[in-house]
């Protein structure tokens, strides 16, 4: 015997929080993708200037001139490096607040969910309750037919 089809009524609000979660866990994927794009380009950025510092113009080849620009290459090493670990802390930051807006999505999804699973199995207990109260009806009526039919 079937029952009546089982249907949740916020099923709406939960694909709704499901998308949700969704967006949130490509938002965390894609900043700690451009994270780790920033920790390379400062990885080369410190590698360029721990070069430069072991190529400095040798004193008894290089003139003035060369030493100012020696010295205005690492100055401006030193700026891109300090640029790229600010970068890279803004990255960090975004990461973590894509992480957290991740978690409250998925803890309302969950939260959703949940909610849904007990619906479904107070449903599916509902049908079975009554099944088996029809099924224990027709029983008892199918026992009285056979009493009265021995009476007679």
Same mark, same amino acid.
């Given at each position: 015997?079937?029952? #009546?089809?089982?249907?949740?009524?916020?099923?709406?609000?939960?694909?709704?929080?499901?998308? %949700?979660?969704?967006?949130?866990?490509?938002?965390?994927?894609?900043?700690?993708?451009?994270?780790?794009?920033?920790?390379? #380009?400062?990885?080369?950025?410190?590698?360029?200037?721990?070069?430069?510092?072991?190529?400095?113009?040798?004193?008894?080849?290089?003139?003035? &001139?060369?030493?100012?620009? =020696?010295?205005?290459?690492?100055?401006?090493?030193?700026?891109?490096?300090?640029?790229? !670990?600010?970068?890279?802390?803004?990255?960090?930051?975004? %990461?973590?607040?894509?992480?957290?807006? &991740?978690? %409250?999505?998925?803890?309302?999804?969950?939260?959703?969910?949940?909610?849904?699973?007990? %619906?479904?199995?107070?449903?599916? !207990?509902?049908?079975?309750?009554?099944?088996?109260? =029809? &099924?224990?009806?027709?029983?008892?009526?199918?026992?009285?037919?056979?009493? !009265?039919?021995?009476?007679?």
């Amino acid at each position: 015997m079937a029952g #009546k089809k089982f249907q949740f009524s916020l099923a709406s609000v939960l694909r709704l929080r499901s998308h %949700e979660s969704n967006r949130a866990r490509r938002r965390l994927t894609h900043a700690i993708e451009t994270r780790k794009a920033q920790e390379a #380009k400062l990885a080369e950025v410190e590698t360029r200037l721990a070069e430069a510092n072991l190529t400095a113009p040798l004193t008894g080849t290089a003139g003035p &001139l060369a030493f100012r620009r =020696f010295a205005a290459y690492r100055t401006h090493l030193q700026r891109v490096r300090d640029r790229e !670990r600010r970068a890279l802390t803004q990255k960090r930051m975004d %990461e973590a607040n894509a992480r957290t807006a &991740l978690i %409250e999505r998925r803890r309302a999804e969950e939260t959703l969910q949940t909610l849904h699973d007990e %619906e479904r199995a107070r449903h599916l !207990r509902e049908i079975s309750e009554s099944e088996i109260a =029809f &099924l224990d009806e027709q029983a008892l009526l199918g026992h009285f037919r056979k009493l !009265r039919s021995t009476d007679s």
